[in-house]
């Protein structure tokens, strides 16, 4: 019976258990969270679609009973207590395969850190983007695979900017086949949003990126307005305009001159990590973004923002 571990078992790592849920095969599921009541929460969302009745979870407040082994590993601890439950995960277990959460780590040295441990404990470790496992986003990387001037641009309001922007960047470097980017702040609100988890900051504005191939990225988030997420991909040849809260995306026609509507589906993440699971087991691969590449985009990230912070007399990181 193969075994996995999910540490952290609030929002994020509930919807990873209850994922998990749907594997066909039978597995032993160890959930670590000192809060009990996060435990119970990702207990009930299990239950909710455990139809197989085939998953021992094991419980526990800390690592100390971790077995010697462990198939893969989820990290859904917030950004401050990633890299010590890294570091205790893979001192006290063998682990074969690692999502990391993002934001990744909230300091700058933690990302070299963090490579050293995994390059030590030779585990194949990707972090969870999952744009990149939705088949529209593939669909539109494939349209525009041979397409030159590549613009995303994200508008929106109120839809926490700070800790939800390395999804869209991590998006723009999928589809443009890109990881070295330059990101600029001048354009963000000098003053801070009040963020729900004390010492993590939010902001509002508007954050912009390119590349040495002129594709460039433009994400905004209002405070001003009510007004849905929209996802806009635009180049010489194409044209999309995804609103991924109701799954409907429009296509330009460029022979016709004309806009045209689909619908989508829109994975949820209690659908996606037994996928995940599954494909690395079956191949050795998945479609989510290598550790390496994902600390790249988060670094070019974190060192802007945090210019911004010091530039602005403000302080504090991202969830």
């Known amino acids: 019976m193969k075994s996995v571990a999910i540490i952290g078992a609030g929002q994020l790592g509930s919807r990873h258990l209850q994922a998990l849920a749907l594997y066909e095969d039978p597995l032993t599921i160890y959930l670590v969270d000192p809060v009990e009541a996060s435990r119970n929460l990702s207990k009930e969302r299990f239950s909710e679609v455990d139809q197989l009745h ?42 074969k395969y690692l999502l990391l959460e993002k934001f990744l780590f909230p300091q700058e040295a933690e990302y070299s850190t963090a490579l050293e441990l995994i390059s030590h404990y030779d585990v194949e470790v990707y972090v969870n983007c999952p744009r990149r496992l ?32 390395i999804h869209f960047i991590d998006l723009f470097a999928f589809i443009t086949g890109e990881s070295e980017l330059c990101i600029q702040t001048d354009h963000l609100n000098s003053e801070l949003l009040s963020n729900k988890r004390k010492g993590f900051i939010e902001f509002s504005g508007t954050l912009e990126g390119n590349t040495s191939n002129n594709n460039h990225f433009s994400l905004t988030s209002t405070i001003d307005s ?25 296509i330009y026609n460029l022979a016709k001159d004309e ?20 494909e690395l087991f079956e191949t050795n691969y998945c479609n989510l973004v290598p550790y390496r590449e994902s600390a790249k985009l988060h670094l070019s990230y974190l060192k802007s923002v945090n210019i911004f912070l010091n530039k602005n007399n403000k302080e504090g990181v991202i969830t």
């Open 54 to 95: 085939n998953k021992n979870i094991v419980e526990a407040s800390n690592m100390e009973n971790m077995p010697s082994i462990i198939d893969f590993a989820v990290i859904a601890t917030t950004s401050t207590h990633r890299l010590l439950a890294l570091e205790e995960l893979l001192t006290r277990s063998e682990v």
């Open 259 to 278: 806009w045209f509507m689909e619908e989508f589906a829109v994975p949820k993440q209690s659908e996606l990590t037994n996928l995940v699971f599954k």
């Open 134 to 165: 939705w088949p529209i986003y593939n669909k539109i990387k494939m349209d525009m695979s041979h397409d030159t001037n590549i613009n995303l641009t994200v508008t929106g309001s109120n839809w926490n900017l700070a800790s939800n922007a």
């Open 226 to 250: 009510v007004s849905t997420l929209t996802v806009q991909f635009e180049s010489d040849q194409h044209k999309y305009s995804l609103h991924e809260g109701n799954g409907q995306i429009k």
